[in-house]
C-alpha cells in the first residue's frame, strides 16, 4: 500500500509540472509573438553546446534548453530560453532551473562573470573562492567591465547574473513565481540585457575594458 501511495503521489506531481512547463510554454509563445520573434518548445540550436563556454551552461551536468525564443532585435540575434542543469546523483541529485538571455555583439568582448549573491550556492567553487565582490555580485574576469555592467544595471531589478565573453552578453535569473509572471520576468531580462549592452557599447567605444583578475 505504501508503494502505491508513494507511486500514485509521484504521478500527480508529474502531471501537475506538465500542467505548468504547458502554461509557461503558452505564455513565453505569447510574449513571442508580442515581440515578433519566434518561439520553439525544444532546442533548434543545440544550446548547451553553442553557450557551453558560459559559466552557467558549464554548471553541473545534464545541462537541457527548451522554451526557445529567437528573432533579432535592433540587429542583433537574441535567444531567451529556459534552462536547467543537475547537481550530483541519485538521491541527492538536485535539478536547477533558470531564465537566461544572450544577445550576440558585432564586436569582441573582455571576458567578466558577475554572479548574483542571492543564487551564490549555485556559483562555481572557483568563483565562491578566488573572487572581487562588487556591490551585489562575485565578480571575476575584466573589472572595467564589471563595473561598467554594475553601473548601469544597478540593484533595483530582481536578482540577475550577468557574464560578458566572446562576442556575446549573457544574462540569466533563477526561475521563480507562478505562470502569469512569467512574461514580467522575461520583460526584465530583456531590460537587464539592453542595459548591459549599452554598457558594452559605451566602454568600447571609450577604449577601455584591459584591467582582468581571474
Known sequence: MLLVAALGGSVVSFMVMA??????????????RQLNMRFSRD???DLPGLYGRFA???SGHSP???NV?????NGRSVRAFDFRYECGHGISRLARHYSVV???MDRPLTAALMWHEQDVPAAPLALQRHHWRQESWLCRGDRTMAKALGAVVGDTLAPMSIETQGGAVLVWQ???GRP???ARQFIDLARVSDLAIRAVCDLSAAGQGEDSVT
Do not use: C, N, W
Not at 504547458?22 to 509563445?29: D, F, H, L, T, V
Open 180 to 182: 502569469k509572471a512569467y
Open 69 to 73: 525564443t529567437y528573432g533579432r532585435v
Open 19 to 32: 500542467r505548468r512547463q504547458r502554461r509557461r510554454s503558452r505564455a513565453m509563445a505569447a510574449q513571442a
Open 43 to 45: 532546442d533548434p540550436f
Open 174 to 176: 533563477a526561475v521563480q
Open 56 to 58: 552557467l551552461i558549464a
Open 102 to 104: 544572450v544577445v550576440e
Open 64 to 66: 537541457r534548453a527548451h
